[in-house]
């Protein structure tokens, strides 16, 4: 999955990566979006997740005591050690963004989960142990598991028993210090041909897991071979794509911000940067990278759009304006649309990027777009473009229930303007003549949406409901038929018809609104709000 081509741009994201998380961006810890310091001279020796030593109970306080020579010496080794315990901030943000499973978390039983634990405090190995104390001989066993290669050791170090807990723990811990070989760390990944051999091999996982939508296995997998290499652009790319698809464009963000340290000057990765901060709302690093992105890109769709979009994050919808201007003469899709699209894109809250979008594409997104702000017609006819002029019956669900539900809203503002005619006529305002013209209008529009509703393909689930639709339009085209004769003849049978079809006009579309409720199995989708009794499909007044 390319930067450009993932969901850092794209107006919908994945529904996958929300099931996955359940719509929650991922933040573990701040050491997770940070790279290790192993890019610098001043590097610790090695990196460590250390667990708390288990015991029998009995042995308890030597167990700890243990663990904390353990810490203490390797500490004073060179090594950056963490501790694994249920009171430390990175373990409890784990567990609360599920990385760590909750059963485990109440069972206290924390080493299951070692490996996301590990990749949190940017640890190389995780350290776990028992400490067994025998009548002459306490001994510890310990497993050694690197993060990069995810290969384990066993270990198995020993000290005369003595009164003095604190002396036994600290040559415990002097004994597992001294079997922690360099050997031991190539064979765990964590140094030579092991830790490039691993950290290859993590990012091979993650690029399969990307692809299968695992994303927060493949998020794992990039942070694991980055430890192995820092500064890998590729490892650096591949842990930018999965964050983004997981919802995590923070962490995306600080990634894209690795990378672009990593190769400087380079046009395309200051755009994704852009777009990466932009998601993250840091909108005034967005725009800088955008403009950066232009000293070389010049006026390039995707600078200009995403310029335009940071000035909108930023409350400047003047500015924006400026950009989308422009940005309409750059885009086949956009050309020809209405002269304030600019405007309405400058103060809308749409997240949809144009320039990553076929022409035929654009004119969905508009659609939608129209209708969500009220704009019946426009929408209406961009969603027909698509769907009609480039042959792709029939209307998805969500597509269909937008434009049926701009479709009602224009009839039902037919319906009122007929009835409108009617009042006009009785208390004298409107004339014979000028009544006449006025339902002759209503009629043309009428028959209009029904021959419209007529010529719809919509999905075998929407069918029943669409011919409720179809039969309600029909039946408002043979009401303003009726209406047309009375106000020419002035025969009350032909008002008391127009008014029984205008009624039975009006139930069909309830019971279609119904019907769709019901084939949905929930509300039905995209329905508008606020878009009636402004413009009609045809351009003129709705009353």
């Known amino acids: 999955m390319s930067l450009r081509s993932g969901p850092w741009r794209a107006g ?15 933040a573990l810890a701040a050491a997770l979006l940070v790279a290790p310091a192993a890019w610098g001279a001043s590097a610790p020796k090695h990196s460590v997740l250390l667990f708390p030593f288990k015991s029998h109970w009995l042995s308890e306080p030597l167990a700890q005591a243990v663990t904390a020579a353990v810490a203490s010496q390797l500490s004073s080794a060179g090594y950056a050690v963490t501790e694994a315990r249920m009171d430390s901030p990175v ?6 963004e599920e990385w760590v499973p909750g059963e485990l978390a109440a069972a206290g039983n924390l080493e299951e989960a070692w490996q996301p634990l590990a990749i949190a405090v940017a640890a190389e190995a995780a350290l776990l142990g028992e400490v067994i104390e025998g009548d002459r001989d306490v001994v510890l066993r310990a497993r050694v598991a690197g993060t990069i290669s995810r290969s384990e050791t066993k270990l198995e170090v020993m000290a005369p028993r003595l009164v ?3 002396a036994v723990a600290g040559e415990i811990a002097a004994r597992l210090l001294e079997a922690l070989t360099p050997e031991l760390w190539a064979e765990l990944g964590a140094e030579g041909d092991g830790k490039e051999a691993g950290a290859l091999a993590r990012y091979a996982a993650g690029r399969t897991e990307l692809a299968s939508g695992l994303y927060r296995e ?3 997998d990039f942070e694991g071979a980055l430890l192995g290499e820092p500064r890998n652009p590729d490892f650096l790319r591949g842990s930018a794509d999965a964050r983004a698809a997981l919802g995590d464009y923070s962490g995306a963000a600080v990634r894209m911000r690795s990378l672009a340290a990593v190769i400087p000057s380079d046009a395309e990765i200051a ?6 901060a932009l998601r ?7 725009e800088a990278a955008f403009k950066e992105a232009a000293e070389q890109l010049g006026s390039d769709p995707r600078v200009v759009e995403g310029l335009a979009l940071s000035m909108r994050a930023q409350n400047q919808p003047a500015r924006a304006q400026e950009y989308y201007d422009v940005l309409v003469t750059l885009l ?19 997240s949809v990027t144009f320039s990553d979008l076929s022409p035929d594409e654009i004119s969905r997104e508009l659609g939608r777009l129209y209708l969500a702000e009220g704009k019946i017609p426009e929408g209406v006819q961009s969603l027909l473009a698509y769907y009609e002029t480039g042959g792709r019956p029939p209307y998805q669900d969500d597509d269909y229930m937008a434009v049926a539900a701009a479709l009602d809203t224009e009839a039902e503002a037919i319906a009122r303007a007929a009835q409108g005619v009617f009042a006009a006529q009785a208390i004298g305002q409107f004339t014979t003549e000028r009544a006449h013209k006025e339902m002759d209008a209503l009629h043309s529009r009428s028959d209009a949406l029904a021959t419209l ?9 929407l069918d029943p409901a669409h011919r409720y639709r179809v039969l309600a339009y029909n039946l408002l085209n043979e009401s303003n038929f009726e209406a047309l004769m009375f106000v020419s003849t002035s025969d009350a049978e032909r008002q008391r018809r127009a008014e029984l079809l205008r009624d039975a006009f009006r139930k069909s579309v309830a019971q279609a609104g119904s019907l769709a409720t019901g084939l949905l199995g929930a509300e039905p989708a995209r329905l508008l709000e606020g878009s009636g009794g402004q413009t009609s499909l045809a351009g003129g007044p709705t009353e």
Do not use: F, H
């Open 218 to 220: 493949a998020v794992l």
């Open 91 to 96: 373990v409890q943000l784990a567990v609360q």
């Open 164 to 166: 003095d807990r604190e």
């Open 12 to 26: 919908r994201a994945k529904v996958a990566c929300r099931a996955t998380v359940a719509g929650r961006a991922i």
């Open 332 to 350: 086949p899709g956009l050309m020809g649309t209405p002269p304030w699209l600019s405007g309405l894109l400058a103060n809308a809250k749409t």
């Open 271 to 276: 755009l994704q940067l852009g777009y990466a």
């Open 280 to 286: 993250a709302g840091e909108a005034t690093e967005a």
């Open 453 to 461: 509703a007529e010529k719809m393909q919509v999905s075998p689930r």
